[in-house]
């Protein structure tokens, strides 16, 4: 059973930094690529960027590729969100997202986790 657990959120002062975890379960997280999104109320999800299966950060939004860090952990099947000097706009729900096939003639499905919250004190 493919599933994605994060932790890692918390209230952190601006120019703080906290780091997220997605434990993935029922897939490698070497094999496919896999995303950290994030949402705030009323507003849509966001990509914030992508770690390929290949190991590179991809697609990380402008306002944090210079702050933010993707990376995975292929022993404990965990990917990580670096957070770096972080600031109020950051606040937000952070999800892992990922799609995977289950078998080679199966459709692919979207897998997201449940979120966790990141809050940013000014």
């Known amino acids: 059973q493919v599933q994605l657990v994060e932790s890692g959120g918390g209230l952190v002062q601006a120019g703080g930094s906290l780091r997220l975890s997605c434990a993935a379960s029922?897939?490698?997280?070497?094999?496919?690529?896999m995303s950290w999104y994030r949402q705030v109320p009323e507003k849509e999800r966001e990509l914030v960027g992508t770690m390929t299966s290949k190991g590179h950060n991809a697609n990380l939004r402008d306002s944090v590729k210079d702050r933010f860090i993707i990376s995975r952990d292929n022993a404990e099947n965990t990917l990580y969100l670096q957070m770096n000097s972080l600031k109020p706009e950051g606040a937000a729900v952070y999800y892992c997202f990922t799609t995977f096939r289950l078998c080679s003639e199966c459709p692919s499905r979207d897998y997201w986790g449940q979120g966790t919250q990141v809050t940013v004190s000014s």
């Open positions: 029922g897939f490698a997280v070497s094999r496919n690529d």
